[in-house]
């Protein structure tokens, strides 16, 4: 069965220390990418990688950093220096093929990441 | 600034008539368009898309219309069932740029 899976599902941390998000997908995409979730707001995005060992940074990376050490694999850690930590972070794939049909297009997402930071 | 406007936060309407979602987009460099359905504590499900080279897209009970003079798009779910009750964002990409433009969501209920 292909999809993406984030663990955990829910993770508390206490303010000033860093955490790491686990992301793994063994759909075969070449693009991986973070969002956060606020409540009432949509999605942000905060990195994305569309090829190992390279990632370019989203609309609010400060705070965050990744790594692409591996095509399946796209980890986020959220640094002390994030303000504002606690969050729905989620994960996505997709390829970059440039087909005009749809599922070349869409991004699958994990099933998140609730972080509360204490 | 929003490229990607969904002015409705909220909409409610009764089992089996029709939902009517809008979204607006101010860049004309936009030449892909997705709809996502998102439940609570969930990743957002990837719902119908469509091109810019056409008007009209449908799946089964889902159509995503597109008027590009306008750049506004709609998704209609007909008829509408209680499970669509969900958060409904609309996105939008350009080009070769695989980065998605998201809009806020609305926020669907369908009343038994």
């Known amino acids: 069965d292909g999809g993406i899976t984030q663990s955990p599902k829910y993770l508390f941390r206490k303010e000033g220390q860093n955490v790491t998000l686990s992301c793994e997908q063994n759909l075969n995409h070449d693009a991986m990418y973070w969002y956060r979730q606020d409540p009432g707001q949509g999605l942000r995005l905060i990195y994305y990688s569309q090829i190992v060992n390279d990632f370019q940074k989203g609309d609010i990376a400060e705070g965050y950093s990744v790594s692409r050490e591996k095509k399946e694999s796209f980890p986020l850690t959220v640094t002390s220096a994030q303000k504002n930590p606690t969050a729905f972070y989620l994960c996505?794939?997709?390829?970059?093929?440039?087909?005009?049909?749809?599922?070349?297009?869409?991004?699958?997402f994990g099933p998140g990441t609730r972080l509360t930071v204490l | 600034d929003q490229q990607v406007k969904q002015n409705s936060p909220s909409l409610s309407v009764q089992e089996g008539r029709i939902s009517i979602l809008n979204c607006d987009y101010t860049n004309s460099m936009f030449d892909y368009f997705l709809w996502y359905k998102k439940y609570p504590a969930e990743g957002p499900t990837f719902l119908i898309s469509?091109?810019?080279i056409k008007d009209k897209n449908e799946d089964g009970r889902f159509t995503v219309f597109l008027n590009k003079s306008a750049k506004h798009l709609s998704l209609h779910i007909v008829p509408s069932q209680p499970g669509d009750s969900a958060v409904y964002f609309c996105a939008a990409r350009a080009g070769n740029n695989r980065k998605l433009i998201w809009g806020l969501g609305t926020s669907l209920a369908v009343n038994p």
């Open positions: 996505a794939s997709s390829y970059i093929g440039l087909a005009e049909d749809s599922s070349y297009n869409e991004q699958f």
């Open positions: 469509i091109s810019s």
